[in-house]
């Protein structure tokens, strides 16, 4: 009998804590297996009664979670938590807790409920509006979104940028004054590596767009992804029109993918990404099973694994040097003549394109960065709703040499700003690759052997490396003070540039 | 603008009580969502977080449904409801949610929890011993079960049977009384047909018993519920270990079936079966979506749908008429040289058994009504646990002059009395088959060309006069209600013993 345990008063209020955090997450839970169904599997005509179903199940663990006697439990537990070692997993809890409750509680319910609706019709507008290239339609709805984000940030005051809070939903303790700089350096550096690019000759993907069918290409991705680590025993793999990765339990970890017949390049890499992600999730600790700690420690810490996986792992020379004779052996008739070295210039193409989904891992970031600099811009007031497209097609004319021949291909592509708020939005997806390569850089130190083993089709060293440093402590850590504890200082620029520079300098001779 | 209805103060309470009601309902769907997943698509280690998921959520939509204000909701409203027309959707609304809420309420909240927790601990020490044939383990249990069965009947008193509480959770209105009227008569006009059928030649189902594949008898099955008129827009069709069919709201009814593909008989009629409860559900008035309303009403009636479709119709001579051409061209190999003759009297072969769940339709009533009378007696007293098993030997050798070898397949066959209450469980199931007949007849005498246009593959005159007779109402009526409605009287046997004697008289040449 644990004696000591018994006589601490504060085990039956953690305990307490600990019960309505679970219950929250249970509902929580539930409505992420709403989504996933929605989805996956939803017959048409249950859309109606699905939408009902998600805001009441989202609304009534909100209730349970701004509850103040949640509050009170915290007030009562953070003396105790104060003494206890930093890390330790309650101490933790109560601290990630309180950050996650005061957020919820400064928002109040009212503004919540009017911002999502006004999100819910934006979207319906957006939809509407973005095939028919109409943003005359779209600026009073985004000029009332821009004034909601900015009420939003100044429930939190205080902040250094107004941008700050915006961003902390996302990436908590990154600030956009850091963010703007790591962004700056990166446009400098990348821009004449895509220029040099751009003098080539472009590399040829015909090899990738023949046609492949459905069942072996999601085949091959299952087995790819299996090899990598993903555990289906805990976990599945569904079909769906946009992939994403979605956790019921640390034992339920599901990814989904699409597949595109006449295109190779779809559904593996999609599936390793979302692959990442899960990883991720299944790494998590055990002992923090239905509790907030339990989940990935934000947006670009996320996208980092997603990203490393899929491009630093999945798109290199060593890992195409394993699978693609197995690839060749799936589609005999497709690819027995293509060349191990063709196929590798076809997945890492590069090319200044329009849409941002569709690019390349390095032009990618520049689709990011303008956005993120738009970002701040409007919500400073430098920039007003009504000159957004102009000031897209010009500043995309700068960072690509191309103009969009419409805003439906500018400024109307993404459904972010249409769907939630304008600030916080896309930093993570950028984040995520200049992390994956100083992650990859640090793993790389502690087991040079990892890039042999690839070619082995071994991912052990490099999973297992992943999951004590990263994966296990779910949200124990900030992102801040988890990229320090792996790497020793904060996110740096440098690895990620050497990765870029290394691969397509070779790939293209600069 | 509606100036009656703004004026009139019972809209705002009505309005909050379906409120209320529409949250419990998107729980309640919630809830089943996880079930229909546990059992279609849950990788296994998901299974410990899916429990603990499903316990959270129903205790939340139990706690909110005995919630006082729902009482007050429901005092206010009754006085304006006994002014309506007894039909109407609101008064039935009313109505129907009074019943409901006294039921809840009468059960005391810690009772029920550990009620479920015994419940739990025997299912699972019920799955342990059945296949040890170890009924010794399970008498403590059992007995324990049989004590918490009569508590839970006395928590509404004034029953004329104990068992009258009990059989109304599943049957509202229905009596043990009554029930044992209609099942001695049937079992008394039940057993000379069984024992006449036994002393011809058992009929030969070779045919059923060779390979058919998976993917066939799926799509076969797949067309033919379709062609009944199960909407797939709504609903759709998933693989599982122990078919059901599950609503998540009134645009989204599924079914499940398993396959095996050394057995015929298995798939289709399973699907047809799932189907014949989900045409019910599809069939509920728009009008009652997310509401108490829209559901079917009560185990008899629901059962009395799933076997109309499977027994009367998919099972018919005319049923197969239309159909066997279609699986002879599915399955040439294996069909072609089999007459439809062959085909039909194998898919209506009746043969005493030792299993419920395998029976045929005719002997399949009196495994349900030998347990009907067991639950009687023990609830009475009459008999005790500890002489179970051999009371069953016994019962068992009168009814089908064989005895099981053990009681694995005996008295532990059914999961019913070691996962809730002894009591209610089983009525339902023969009550489905004798109103299956009742129903049809009524359909008959309303439309004589049904048989005919079920021999050209048609059924809307049937199915629209079901919806229209039954399922339109959910449960906006009682079980006898309906019946009276439907029938002009109670529920009869005649219809039935007509159809059995008839059907197969013919078959056995009786």
């Not at 040829?204 to 680590?229: H, I, K, M, T, Y």
């Not at 210039?345 to 990618?364: C, F, P």
């Not at 007003?384 to 291909?409: C, N, Q, S, T, V």
């Not at 070619?455 to 003070?481: A, C, M, S, V």
Request: charged share 25%; aromatic share 10%.
């Amino acid at each position: 009998m644990d004696k000591g345990r018994r006589e601490d008063p504060m085990h039956d209020i953690l305990q307490e804590l600990k019960t309505r955090l679970q219950e929250i997450n249970d509902l929580g839970s539930a409505t992420s297996l709403l989504h996933w169904d929605q989805a996956t599997y939803m017959p048409p005509k249950g859309a109606a009664a699905r939408a009902r179903q998600l805001a009441t199940l989202s609304r009534l663990s909100q209730e349970k979670f701004v509850d103040p006697a949640i509050g009170k439990l915290l007030d009562q537990l953070e003396p105790w938590a104060e003494e206890q070692p930093y890390d330790t997993d309650d101490a933790s809890l109560i601290r990630v807790v309180r950050r996650d409750y005061e957020e919820a509680i400064k928002i109040p319910t009212a503004f919540m409920a009017e911002f999502s609706e006004h999100s819910a019709l934006s979207y319906q507008a957006w939809a509407k509006a973005r095939p028919e290239n109409d943003f005359a339609s779209l600026q009073p709805i985004l000029e009332k979104t821009l004034d909601y984000s900015r009420q939003l940030a100044d429930f939190f005051p205080g902040y250094e940028h107004i941008a700050d809070p915006l961003i902390d939903f996302a990436d908590y303790g990154m600030k956009a004054s850091d963010v703007r700089v790591l962004f700056g350096e990166l446009r400098q550096q990348l821009s004449p590596i895509v220029q040099a690019i751009s003098e080539q000759a472009p590399a040829d993907d015909a090899c990738l767009r023949q046609v492949f069918p459905e069942a072996e290409q999601l085949q091959f991705s299952e087995e790819v992804v299996r090899q990598l680590g993903y555990d289906f025993q805990r976990g599945r793999m569904d079909k769906t029109h946009h992939p994403f990765m979605t956790k019921f339990s640390l034992g339920d970890v599901r990814i989904t993918t699409r597949v595109k017949e006449e295109f190779l390049g779809e559904c593996l890499y999609s599936v390793i990404h979302e692959g990442g992600h899960a990883m991720y999730e299944q790494g998590i600790r055990r002992e923090l099973e239905g509790l907030p700690l339990a989940s990935g420690t934000g947006a670009g810490l996320h996208e980092s694994q997603s990203r490393l996986w899929e491009n630093i792992v999945g798109r290199s020379r060593a890992f195409t040097e394993y699978f693609y004779p197995r690839l060749q052996a799936l589609f005999p008739a497709q690819l027995k003549d293509v060349p191990l070295e063709t196929y590798y210039r076809a997945i890492n193409k590069v090319e200044r394109s329009l849409i941002r989904t569709d690019a390349d891992e390095v032009t990618y970031n520049l689709h990011v960065m303008l956005r993120f600099d738009f970002e701040l811009d409007l919500l400073e007031g430098k920039l007003a709703i009504k000159d957004l497209p102009e000031a897209w097609h010009a500043r995309f004319a700068e960072d690509f040499g191309m103009r969009a021949p419409d805003d439906r291909d500018g400024v109307l592509q993404d459904v972010h700003w249409f769907a939630g708020q304008i600030g916080g939005a896309f930093q993570g997806y950028t984040l995520g690759n200049v992390l994956s390569a100083q992650f990859y850089s640090q793993a790389l130190e502690a087991h040079p052997e990892i890039s042999d083993q690839i070619r082995q089709g071994q991912f052990d060293t490099l999973r297992t490396w992943l999951t004590e440093n990263i994966y296990q402590h779910g949200r124990k850590y900030t992102e801040p003070e988890l990229i320090e504890r792996v790497t020793g200082g904060p996110v740096a620029l440098e690895p990620y540039i050497a990765y870029l520079k290394g691969k397509y300098g070779e790939l293209y001779q600069l």
